[in-house]
């Protein structure tokens, strides 16, 4: 399934992880971001690992510029003849109080984290059930279950996601494509170093718990595992990350407790 793949958010994170895990398993790939000369030095990491056979695009892309979206897609499908598998990396985090964060902040939010994928996926759609088949790894956060402070706009969100996807895989199953929401806790990138504050600038520095965070690589192999063995959802967490969401399933009000003051994803 995972043969010609498209990974959009692929200059950096997880989602340069991922591409780099998905060449060395000699997958054909088209990488998307913003910033193109950032893409072609992925693609110039990843290519040796990949393999002669193995082909390797870029395709530059603003998940925000709606209208860009759907000639995006079409050359990406075109670059390799069809895509198999598409990873939907890209997103930006927040650090602000929610009564400190301008609205235009929320909306970004949501425009980079939320409509961006789902432009995406209603690009590709068409193509995907003609053909009868695919699969869909969703980048999502362990904020995609539970809210904490300063995350008030980014769990959102990320919970948007979820709920659009949900309902998207039980559409899907007679077309026969599949979606995985993988659900990150702490991982060792530098995403907050472009987190929103609540005036909508940079952040500008990287949190302890990030830093300290699942390294990157690992994280990207487990979703990547986990995603070709089909598993609708699952978190790549280790810590307090990967206890919030049973405990605030079953203990929800010790969850209060816990979460007042403190961040986990």
């Known amino acids: 399934m995972s043969g010609r ?3 959009v958010g692929a200059s950096s994170g997880i989602g340069e992880a991922m591409a780099l895990a998905y060449a060395s398993r000699g997958a054909s790939l088209v990488l998307s971001a913003r910033r193109q000369e950032r893409l072609a030095q992925v693609a110039a990491a990843a290519r040796p690992r990949a393999g002669t056979d193995a082909a390797m695009h870029v395709v530059p892309l603003d998940v925000t510029a ?3 979206i759907p000639e995006a897609t079409a050359r990406a499908w075109d670059a390799l003849g069809g ?3 598409i990873v939907l990396c890209a997103g930006v985090s ?3 109080l929610a009564h400190e964060t301008v609205l235009e902040v929320d909306r970004r939010l949501m425009e980079v984290n939320y409509f961006g994928p789902i432009a995406i996926v209603k690009a590709l759609l068409p193509r995907l059930m003609e053909r009868g088949g695919g699969q869909l790894i969703v980048l999502s956060s362990v904020a995609g279950r539970v809210g904490t402070p300063l995350r008030s706009a980014y769990a959102a969100s990320k919970h948007a996601l979820h709920g659009f996807f949900d ?3 039980a559409e899907l199953y007679a077309h026969g494509i599949s979606v995985s929401i993988a659900c990150p806790g702490y991982v060792s990138t530098s995403i907050t ?6 005036d909508g600038s940079a952040y500008g520095r990287i949190d302890d718990d990030v830093r300290d965070g699942m390294p990157v690589a690992r994280c990207a192999e487990t979703i990547l595992a986990r995603a070709e063995r089909g598993v609708e959802e699952f978190v790549v967490a280790t810590g307090k990350a990967r206890l919030a969401i049973p405990v605030k399933r079953y203990a929800p009000r010790l969850f209060s407790r816990l979460v007042r003051g403190h961040q986990i994803s």
Do not use: C, K, P
């Open 193 to 198: 170093m472009s987190s929103l504050v609540g």
């Open 83 to 85: 895509l198999d598998t």
């Open 5 to 7: 793949v498209w990974i």
């Open 66 to 68: 709606a209208a860009a």
């Open 94 to 96: 927040q650090r602000s």
């Open 167 to 169: 309902s998207l895989r």
